[in-house]
């Protein structure tokens, strides 16, 4: 379903950042409509604040039941399913699904989990099922949490490290695929209006994929600002050369 947030500030740009701020989206995820314009006014007499309304998609929202307990009747207990083991699963397939397993349950969110192979050797575990929302989390941390604790208590105590990328009904994917698209729609308004452009603060995980998706884009360059957690990507314009037309000295023999 649609809904709108209204905001007000001193100029456009700023209500747009704080409605984004505020719902944790990104500009290209959302739809934005100008109400007033900011109006400066003279001498600050007559002034008045930009007010913008944000449109977004958002999930459906289940009707409220009446959770009003009965007098006799006892408390539900939540439990979780443990997913079925294959009896030839390798090793260390094994050793993830086990730590997983565990930290899922008291999660309170049942999962099917697919192992593959990485080129490098490391190992791809796919979650699927009902709450994956609450595996995900706002931008993916929650799923960057998880994978940063699964890679730690794997390879804790072992001479050799493997690298475990941990995914969720395929959003990595679709997250690099638009942070693909936010990208290019930077670097083409970097060339457009000639300076550099800046995004909004994200990890390290993130930025790489906005410098690989440029790395051979015409026009721009990219780089890294700022700390933890508040660096970003900043998207410069380069300017392209000049061809040398000075007319060449002649060689007399």
Known sequence: MIKTLEKSARTEDEAIALALSELGLDRDEVSVEILERAKSGFLGIGAAPAVIRVSYEAPDEE??????????????????????????????????RQFLSGLLERMGVNAQMEFSPRD??????????????????RRGETLDAIQHLTNYVVNRGSEKHMHISVDAECYRSKREESLTRLAEKMAEKAIKYKRSMAL????????????????????????????EPNRRVVVSYVKPEQPDNKPKSREWA
Do not use: C
Not at 207 to 215: D, G, P
């Open 63 to 96: 009707p409220v039941k009446d959770t009003k307990p009965e007098a006799a009747a006892p408390k539900a207990v939540q439990t979780v399913e443990t997913p079925a083991v294959p009896a030839d699963e390798p090793a260390e397939y094994a050793q993830i």
């Open 120 to 137: 490098n050797g490391g190992v791809n575990v796919s979650l699927s099922g009902s709450g994956m929302g609450a595996i995900i989390g």
């Open 200 to 227: 909004e603060p994200m990890n390290s995980y993130e930025r790489h994929v906005i410098h690989t998706a440029l790395q051979n884009y015409k026009g721009v360059t990219t780089s890294s600002t700022g700390v």
